[in-house]
């Protein structure tokens, strides 16, 4: 019986990846601008934008229900632009006895390629795997791109 899993998708932007990258490691409360309908509320409830060990409160809208989820900045590495969230509370853990989120950026010559994976525990064998969160995560992507663009 496996329980542990991991996830990953990959898309191509237009934003430079520094942008992309820099949007979550030190604006994340500003993607509720660039996806009202999706993220309803971005604060930080401990540490301060940009500073691993700092926790992240996220309101937000997946397939109609409202959620939330309190995720600790676990990593930032800024030379290879990816950031690691761990979730610590929230609606997921409900479904899931770990749940981490890993954002990279990369350059791919006039374009950013933007990699999401999700490692995570299932509670037991018959919970779902998260395509539901790692297509959100993906669809997420075009607006903070559109808002990025409009910058």
Not at 58 to 68: A, D, L, P, Q
Not at 90 to 101: A, P, R, W
Request: net charge negative; charged share 25%; aromatic share 8%.
């Amino acid at each position: 019986m496996v329980l542990a899993g991991k996830l990953q998708a990959e898309t191509l932007v237009r934003a430079p990846a520094e942008k992309f990258h820099e949007i979550y490691m030190h604006r994340p409360h500003h993607i509720s601008k660039a996806s009202p309908e999706k993220i309803q509320k971005c604060h930080l409830h401990e540490g301060d934008w940009g500073s691993p060990g700092s926790i992240i409160e996220w309101n937000y809208v997946i397939h109609g229900s409202n959620r939330t989820s309190k995720q600790v900045v676990e990593a930032i590495d800024v030379e290879n632009k990816s950031i690691t969230f761990k979730v610590i509370e929230g609606d997921i853990l409900n479904e899931y006895k770990s749940f981490k989120i890993v954002l990279q950026t990369l350059p791919k010559g006039d374009f950013t390629l933007v990699r999401w994976i999700i490692e995570y525990e299932k509670l037991n064998e018959d919970s779902r795997a998260p395509i539901k969160e790692l297509e959100y995560l993906i669809h997420l992507n075009e607006h903070v791109d559109d808002h990025l663009g409009q910058a």
